[in-house]
């Protein structure tokens, strides 16, 4: 198996820094009806009132990749530390990343090559400016943007609230789903309809000892129609054990250019 993943355009990065994902549980979080009437405020701070409180978490996550003709699994070990750090490692450490606030790293034992970046490339590929933050918000079910900073119109939709907002973009487009029971994220999208971009999410959640975090999380990545798919799926989920997050790039590997 190929555990480099085609490092390039698009897939590759969502690959190394969405590899936290999700995880397939037998109590998936569902029900809950919709008010109609609720104002896009509302909506909004009940979001933020259900932030999963956790300072560590851990746990095994399956990674279904697919890129045209290009299809691939793998399943890696995650820890993480809140605000501070993602580390994932492949079977056997054959691929491993460690991702901070200021630095995405990993490497790959089966092409002796390692990168070490900033998020700048991610950013350039989606036209917005990406940070931990936002990675990390998205691996939990939170808006990637902070939507407490301008407004939006509210409507149902599916059976979730949808959120637009009142003023357009002028680069970039964004929308966010909310399901009812938890006020949190179901989809969210971000595109640039004059460079054939788009990158959506969509979740689906589970309770691990009251935090309400994602269950299976679907990806879906086009650009000029080429379409990246990438499903997450978490198991055996803890949080708050005590770990660490061993990373060095073994000697002599080459350092590659993500193109």
């Given at each position: 198996m190929n555990?480099?993943?085609?490092?390039?355009?698009?897939?590759?990065?969502?690959?190394?820094?969405?590899?936290?994902?999700?995880?397939?549980?037998?109590?998936?979080?569902?029900?809950?009806?919709?008010?109609?009437?609720?104002?896009a405020k509302n909506i909004i701070n009940a979001h933020y009132s259900n932030?999963?409180?956790?300072?560590?978490?851990?746990?095994?996550?399956?990674?279904?990749?697919?890129?045209?003709?290009?299809?691939?699994?793998?399943?890696?070990?995650?820890?993480?530390?809140?605000?501070?750090?993602?580390?994932?490692?492949?079977?056997?450490?054959?691929?491993k990343a460690h991702i901070t606030p200021n630095k995405v790293s990993f490497y790959n034992k089966?092409?002796?090559?390692?990168?070490?970046?900033?998020f700048s490339y991610l950013s350039d590929l989606l036209g917005t400016e990406l940070d931990f933050e936002k990675v990390q918000n998205l691996l939990l079910g939170n808006a990637v943007l902070d939507l407490r900073k301008e407004k939006f119109n509210s409507e149902v939709y599916n059976g979730n609230y949808q959120l637009k907002p009142r003023k357009a973009r002028e680069l970039f487009k964004i929308l966010f789903q909310l399901e009812p029971k938890n006020f949190k994220i179901a989809a969210q999208e971000i595109s640039q309809p004059e460079n054939a971009r788009q990158l959506m999410a969509k979740y689906t959640y589970q309770n691990i000892?009251?935090?309400?975090?994602p269950d299976e999380v679907k990806i879906t990545a086009e650009e000029a129609g080429d379409l990246t798919t990438i499903d997450l799926s978490f198991r055996n989920v803890e949080l708050n054990k005590p770990m660490n997050f061993?990373?060095?790039v073994p000697k002599g590997y080459d350092k590659i250019t993500l193109k």
């Open positions: 555990l480099h993943i085609n490092i390039s355009k698009i897939a590759a990065t969502l690959v190394l820094l969405f590899t936290l994902g999700a995880c397939k549980s037998t109590k998936s979080i569902t029900g809950g009806e919709v008010n109609s009437r609720l104002s932030q999963p409180q956790f300072k560590t978490l851990r746990g095994r996550v399956k990674i279904d990749y697919a890129n045209g003709d290009d299809s691939q699994g793998v399943n890696v070990s995650l820890r993480m530390e809140k605000d501070k750090v993602i580390w994932m490692s492949a079977p056997l450490g054959v691929v089966l092409q002796n090559e390692y990168f070490d970046g900033d000892s009251g935090n309400i975090l061993p990373y060095k």
